[in-house]
């Protein structure tokens, strides 16, 4: 069986726990319709966890005294979130291993398995906020097939954008179009015969590619594949399953998407966060420091060549003012930096940022291609 | 300012079994990647795909790289009337001379122009189908000692390559991690 996702247990749980938790962690992606061992790997205490590259992934770690495992060491390397649990936060020395002491633990006597489930949920990127679709098609040829997909999507609790739906009359839309597409892991595009007659420019088509965003091209019978959709993934609709007069898509056919659209979207955020964690090692090792790892709350520790120590939040999407009060309200008493992709981002959000970096120094915007560069010169 | 050769295409049904193990996807990630790890450091010479060059235009301007300077594209003239609409945007495409009712020799004679260039200093493989063996020959020829890099997980030709020729072991074969890799394997 492969895996959507793939979550574990390591460490020193009681069986208490892992009950606790395994119910906490059913009940949380149930409402997805996805399953425990089935669409979710779940390992318990396994003697190595090597999780597939390309799925999202994350672990528990349950401390105890002397508790450790063989796998600590590649999994943060390889980007693999590790959420620390220890019974009492006064016993992080005692109950962690040295490897994990720097990430922020989590203790079980403070919110139990529903909180521990969160964060691990987090961690995967398996929380209903990060699931975040964009869905595209020309209103005179798909809008009750986009219908379909917003409320079947919807009830999977993928938070999705439809833009007849989500963007109120007088906003700027196409900025907010933009916008929202560039934070979504995964642009649902409904490819109708005359779709990029009036959708995309091969420019506009170019920036959603350069953002790194992954495309599932759901194919009308007669609609021809565009050139530019080589990158994207494919989901073709047979006539069988489409119906000429009412414009609806088989059931059947909406399941598959669904599952179809799963699959992409972990890989998505699997590639894309190991490739900004990468940047962000590749230029925090050529000034001389060390990136520790992943922990709860997808937050980073680093430490910089002078050993302080700096928090960093990798931002997968497009950076906002509230990520950065998210990241300062975390932390409050850390120097906290909020790592984001700027390539793919439209020129005027970065100059926003830019405006909002100069007047707020709490937390700093680190680009991922010149974090070598910014943290030589760290002041927060 | 040395020059990197991009051998990097979408494989389609029909032309062999590169379909098989390619995954689009992370064709477009890894050309993301290795655009973002060096169009300011290097050229890149390769012969355009329409589902990555508006990628690359933008990846160019984001960076503060000049599309036109740092991206050189190679066509033969044996396809002339059929080239992408972007030719005529950027006076960045060398044209090569048509075999005249010979496409094989048309194509053969541009990779033998483009892969002769004296700024090569690399080839970097992703994806792709039948003409990848082909190019990493003729590179391979001209240029001995330059590096060559065959990016195996997006499957296709290049993961042939990485394959047949003992670039990578089997683990390495399916990494993702596409920014170490270039950092890794390519020159400062």
């Avoid at chain 2, 048509?98 to 053969?108: A, M, N, T, Y």
């Avoid at chain 2, 060559?148 to 290049?158: D, F, I, M, Q, R």
């Amino acid at each position: 069986m492969s895996f959507i996702y793939h979550l574990a247990i390591i460490g020193a749980p009681s069986a208490e726990q892992i009950f606790e938790l395994e119910t906490a962690v059913t009940d949380a992606v149930s409402g997805f319709g996805l399953t425990l061992g089935q669409e979710i790997g779940w390992e318990v205490a396994p003697a190595d966890f090597a999780p597939y590259q390309r799925r999202s992934s994350a672990a528990v770690f349950f401390g105890d005294v002397d508790a450790n495992h063989s796998s600590l060491s590649s999994l943060l390397r390889g980007g693999v979130p590790i959420v620390p649990v220890v019974s009492d936060l006064n016993r992080v020395a005692l109950e962690v291993p040295e490897i994990l002491q720097s990430l922020n633990c989590l203790s079980y006597a403070n919110g139990g398995a529903k909180r521990v489930a969160t964060a691990l949920l987090e961690c995967a990127g398996l929380l209903p906020k990060q699931r975040r679709v964009f869905v595209s098609y020309r209103r005179d040829e798909a809008s009750q097939a986009a219908l379909q997909m917003f409320d079947a999507l919807s009830a999977k609790h993928f938070d999705v954008f439809l833009d007849t739906r989500s963007i109120a009359p007088a906003e700027d839309f196409q900025t907010m179009l933009w916008h929202r597409l560039c934070d979504s892991d995964v642009l649902l595009m409904l490819d109708t015969p005359d779709y990029f007659n009036s959708r995309w420019t091969a420019a506009e088509f170019g920036r959603a590619l350069a953002k790194g965003i992954s495309v599932l091209r759901v194919g009308w019978p007669e609609a021809c594949c565009s050139d530019r959709l080589g990158t994207a993934s494919l989901a073709e609709l047979d006539t069988s399953e489409l119906d000429a007069s009412s414009g609806r898509i088989s059931d059947h056919a909406i399941d598959r998407i669904c599952l179809q659209l799963e699959e992409i979207r972990s890989e998505s955020h699997a590639v894309r966060t190991v490739n900004l964690l990468s940047n962000l090692r590749i230029g925090i090792e050529a000034i001389g420091g060390e990136v520790i790892g992943m922990g709860t709350g997808r937050c980073i520790r680093v430490r910089l060549p002078d050993e302080r120590m700096v928090l960093v939040y990798p931002t997968v999407g497009v950076p906002t003012s509230t990520t950065m009060h998210d990241a300062s309200m975390n932390s409050p008493d850390e120097s906290v930096a909020i790592l984001y992709d700027h390539v793919g981002l439209h020129p005027q959000w970065l100059s926003h940022l830019d405006w909002l970096g100069q007047y707020i120094q709490a937390t700093r915007w680190v680009k991922a291609c010149e974090a070598g560069w910014q943290f030589a010169d760290w002041r927060a | 300012m040395g020059a990197i050769f991009l051998s990097a295409s979408i494989p389609v049904i029909g032309r062999g079994q590169y379909y098989e193990t390619a995954t689009p996807f992370l064709i477009q990630c890894a050309v993301r990647e290795l655009a973002i790890a060096t169009v300011r450091r290097h050229k890149i010479v390769w012969g355009g795909h329409p589902a990555i060059t508006p990628m690359m235009w933008n990846i160019c301007e984001d960076l503060g790289a000049n599309y036109k300077e740092s991206v050189i594209l190679y066509q033969s003239r044996f396809f002339e009337g059929r080239y992408p609409e972007e030719n005529q945007r950027f006076d960045n495409v060398i044209y090569t001379n048509p075999v005249p009712g010979d496409i094989k020799g048309s194509l053969q004679l541009m990779r033998e122009q483009m892969l002769s260039r004296e700024d090569l200093i690399g080839a970097v493989f992703i994806g792709g189908m039948d003409g990848v063996e082909v190019e990493y020959d003729i590179f391979r020829r001209f240029n001995p000692e330059a590096f060559v890099l065959p990016v195996a997980a997006p499957g296709g030709a290049a993961l042939n390559l990485a394959r047949d020729k003992g670039y990578f072991n089997d683990r390495e074969l399916e990494n993702i991690d596409f920014a170490t890799i270039f950092n890794r394997y390519l020159p400062v």
